[in-house]
């Protein structure tokens, strides 16, 4: 189990969930930002307890030292709430490993 890994997903998404509040309370008519707190607030306590298959997912492409990881994993968690495909923690996985696997061939 990658302690490590979980840490960084769990720091991302705890990192973007105050700037999506002030995002919701600057702009109020937006329903989007609402979702996004609610939706990052849930991913986060997801974290916590991801599954063996979704630490098998992420773990190739994680390193603490990887810049990819980090502007990857930080552009994903930024689209929740707003990508309309991402609606569950497994979305949110599955998102990022797409996005990974794209920047590393883009790479």
């Known amino acids: 189990m990658n302690i490590e890994l979980k840490k960084s997903v769990k720091y991302a998404l705890n990192h973007c969930i105050p700037w999506r509040a002030s995002l919701q309370s600057k702009f109020p008519e937006d329903p989007r930002n609402a979702l996004a707190v609610e939706l990052l607030t849930r991913f986060s306590a997801d974290a916590d ?59």
Do not use: C
């Open 49 to 107: 307890s991801m599954t063996d298959y979704q630490l098998g997912l992420l773990d190739p492409h994680f390193s603490w030292a990887d810049e990819y990881w980090h502007t990857t994993l930080r552009t994903v968690v930024r689209r929740v709430g707003y990508q309309r495909t991402i609606r569950t923690f497994d979305d949110f996985v599955n998102t990022l490993v797409s996005y990974l696997q794209h920047v590393k061939t883009a790479a």
